[in-house]
């Protein structure tokens, strides 16, 4: 499976990185307030919110050379962050700060964003619209029936998760098929075990359903 290959597109963000001309977020210093406190704070008042959100997209300008500038990647192998939690990026972000979820590019960028950056981020990506939904792959009644049975109950009936669980509904087809094999096989760059139970009752085979159901969504 050669899309599993990632060097070639690390090589490109490393490149992107020495580029000139790229908004990178502030460089954060000791912040006071934590993102996810400060996220539950500026979704108390419509006004607070909306100026994050505003703060967000600038902030996310560097970001957008992969993730889009609405969170629609413009790789197969980079996720969507449209319509994503806020909770699940946090944690997400905070996962690779720690070490915790692996992949050398995004564990140092990461390190670059203060709190504020992270919460106008998330703030701004979790209010982007999902695109209208590709067409379903060949396999994706197949894969919607899997769905219902093996990851509703934690991704919701329509997929499109809540809190700390992700969206899936629309996600990028290869990065369902990578992120969907890294947990069956523990190859390292995450771990959860719920999800490498599930995607084992789930089956290799049946990957390709799931992941041609899901991008389908919207
Ligand atoms: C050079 C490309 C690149 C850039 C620039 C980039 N990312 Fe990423 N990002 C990735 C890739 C690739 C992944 C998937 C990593 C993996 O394989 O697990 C990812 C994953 C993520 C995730 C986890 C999403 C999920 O569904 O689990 C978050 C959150 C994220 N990026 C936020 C950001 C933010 C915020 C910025 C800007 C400050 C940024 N990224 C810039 C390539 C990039
Ligand atoms: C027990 C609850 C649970 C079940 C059941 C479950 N998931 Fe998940 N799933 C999660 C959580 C929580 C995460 C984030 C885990 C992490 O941080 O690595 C996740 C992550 C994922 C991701 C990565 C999303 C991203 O943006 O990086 C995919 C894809 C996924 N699940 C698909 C599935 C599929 C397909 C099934 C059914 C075969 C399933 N999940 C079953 C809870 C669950």
Not at 4 to 24: D, E, K, M
Not at 53 to 60: I, P, Y
Not at 105 to 129: N, T
Request: aromatic letters at 8%.
């Amino acid at each position: 499976m050669s899309h599993t290959n990632a060097r070639p597109f690390l090589a490109s963000a490393c490149c992107l990185l020495v580029l000139g001309g790229l908004s990178l977020p502030s460089f954060g210093a000791a912040d006071a307030v934590a993102a996810d406190k400060l996220v539950a704070q500026l979704q108390r008042s419509p006004a607070d919110l909306q100026a994050a959100q505003a703060e967000g997209r600038k902030s996310s300008a560097f970001c957008a050379n992969c993730h889009g500038e609405t969170g629609i990647s413009r790789y197969p192998e980079v996720p969507n962050l449209a319509a994503q939690h806020p909770d699940y990026l946090l944690r997400q972000i905070d996962a690779f700060l720690t070490g915790k979820r692996k992949n050398e590019f995004m564990q140092g960028l990461m390190k670059v964003l203060s709190e504020r950056d992270k919460a106008a981020i998330v703030l701004f990506y979790a209010a982007a619209p999902v695109q209208a939904a590709t067409a379903p792959g060949p396999r994706a009644a197949e894969g919607e029936a899997h769905f219902a049975k093996l990851c509703a109950r934690c991704h919701r009936d329509d997929a499109r998760g809540g809190d700390t669980f992700p969206r899936l509904a629309g996600q990028q087809r290869e990065y369902v098929r990578l992120s969907l094999t890294r947990y069956l096989t523990q190859s390292g760059e995450r771990f959860y075990a719920p999800m490498t139970a599930a995607v084992t009752q789930l089956g290799r085979d049946n990957i390709d359903a799931v992941a041609d159901y899901l991008s389908g969504l919207k």
